[in-house]
């Protein structure tokens, strides 16, 4: 039995045993869990498409040394399978490169398809660059590699590395470090500083949001974010309050406040959440990763020794007070709490600590999310097998049902919930149905 069909038997097996998640989370999130390899024809019909950004981290399953085509100058950052066997609605989902999935993007009669062994699962749409992609700053700067077009997001990881760093601080899980280090070797164009110019992330950002849409770009942006590594000690002679601040002050200067503005920092007190707010931002994002106190201060051994547990999750309630409900979403790496050695050994564990964490942080008016976790081969964790696709299935049943259980609003600036809908391209929460969540149809 070839791979493909293992998978395919696997996913419509689920689909029967959970028939209120639709197929289309379900195979986002295999996708997400297995990444997906292309073809030499899928590469060529790539030329034009909005490419991959490496913004933050790698989010591929191997190194760029082991990309013998190059693939990470040419893939998009997301692909939007629809149709197919499936009948698909139109669902985003991230590109993360593994020549070694069972899944493969290629060409099949002229049409880009998401397929196995020739077998056709869905049609693919390869997202187009916006124009402003085209564009450098006279020092030779891509304004693409300033602020990245993430599925309608503006993207800005003004700060690329987290000063987190060495074994003894790094989160386990995590290769923001790493993605510079090797950015560095093999990307087309590095920027020498670790910081990205705020007159030239401002710049982008008024392209994006005010000159763009004149051209005629047919899609239109839902918010903007500004983040980057954790800053506990100074970068440039500022505080990690300081140094994002001035980027959040100056793009609502230049755009106003018509978008969402989300910043993602660590969790703050009232008082510096108030004057977040009186800058310009909206939602705010302090990434807690794991729910499990131990695990916490195991695999993000560096906020557990800043910041700690307790502390973090206090900032993060403290945050719903300044903010509202619906623009608090701390953020979450799905599926971590079962790496090796540390984490739990099966799914009704694992999605015990999750579904706690939903309940507790929801029942306060938090919309937290998640990713779906990435095993970089840079991380300390590198070497883990993947959680089960059931264990993601039912985790976006529970996060679904807690949201609805608290008539919370979904996180706000990633756009509409709903197959079809979603934008939200690293997770599948957000494809989730409400409606076949309360009625079972």
């Known amino acids: 039995m070839n791979k493909i069909h293992e998978r395919r038997k696997g996913i419509e097996s689920l689909a029967r045993k959970y028939s209120n998640v ?5 195979l986002k999130n295999d996708l997400l869990r297995l990444g997906a390899a292309f073809s030499d024809a899928a590469l060529k019909a790539c030329e034009g498409c909005c490419t991959k950004s490496y913004r933050l981290f790698t989010y591929d399953k191997v190194k760029y040394s082991d990309l013998a085509k190059g693939e990470h100058f040419k893939v998009p950052e997301v692909i939007k399978l629809f149709g197919g066997q499936y ?3 139109e669902t985003a989902v991230q590109v993360r490169l593994n020549p070694q999935s069972p899944y493969e993007v290629d060409v099949i009669d002229g049409q880009v398809v998401l397929c196995g062994n020739g077998a056709n699962m869905a049609d693919v749409r390869l997202p187009p660059a916006p124009k402003y992609y085209y564009k450098t700053f006279p020092d030779g700067t891509g304004f693409s590699e300033v602020v990245a077009w993430v599925n309608a997001i503006a993207f800005a990881t003004v700060y690329t590395v987290c000063q987190y760093w060495g074994t003894k601080r790094e989160c386990k899980f995590c290769d923001i470090n790493k993605n510079v280090r090797q950015a560095k070797d093999y990307h087309k164009l590095f920027l020498p500083k670790t910081y990205k110019p705020v007159e030239q992330v401002v710049e982008v950002m008024e392209e994006i949001f005010m000159k763009e849409q004149e ?7 839902l918010s903007f974010i500004v983040t980057g590594g954790c800053i506990p000690k100074l970068v440039n002679g500022k505080n990690e309050d300081e140094f994002y601040l001035e980027y959040v002050e100056r793009i609502r200067d230049r755009i106003g406040n018509r978008w969402p503005g989300m910043l993602q920092t660590a969790p703050k007190d009232k008082k510096t959440y108030k004057r977040y707010k009186a800058a310009g931002v909206t939602t ?11 695990l916490f201060e195991i695999i993000c051994p560096g906020k557990g020794h800043h ?3 307790d502390t973090w999750i206090k900032g993060i309630l403290d945050a719903v007070d300044v903010f509202g409900e619906g623009n608090v979403t701390p953020g979450f790496v799905a599926g971590v709490e079962m790496c090796q050695p540390y984490g739990f050994r099966d799914i009704d564990s694992a999605l015990q600590s999750m579904t706690e964490g939903f309940e507790f942080l929801m029942s306060h008016g938090v919309s937290c ?21 059931e264990y993601y299935v039912r985790l976006d049943q529970a996060w679904c049902e807690t949201l609805l259980k608290y008539n919370l609003r979904p996180p706000t600036g990633f756009g509409e919930m709903g197959p079809g809908r979603a934008v939200c391209q690293h997770a599948a929460y957000m494809d989730m149905d409400p409606i076949k969540i309360l009625y079972g149809r």
């Open 87 to 89: 009948r698909l609605r």
């Open 307 to 309: 910041v700690g547990w």
């Open 369 to 389: 999310r998640y990713n779906v976790w990435n095993i970089s081969p840079w991380s300390a964790l590198a070497g883990n097998l993947p959680p089960p696709l």
């Open 284 to 294: 705010h994002h302090a990434q807690i990763e794991v729910w499990d106190k131990d």
């Open 215 to 221: 051209q005629g770009f047919d899609e239109r942006p």
């Open 22 to 26: 639709p197929m289309e989370a379900i």
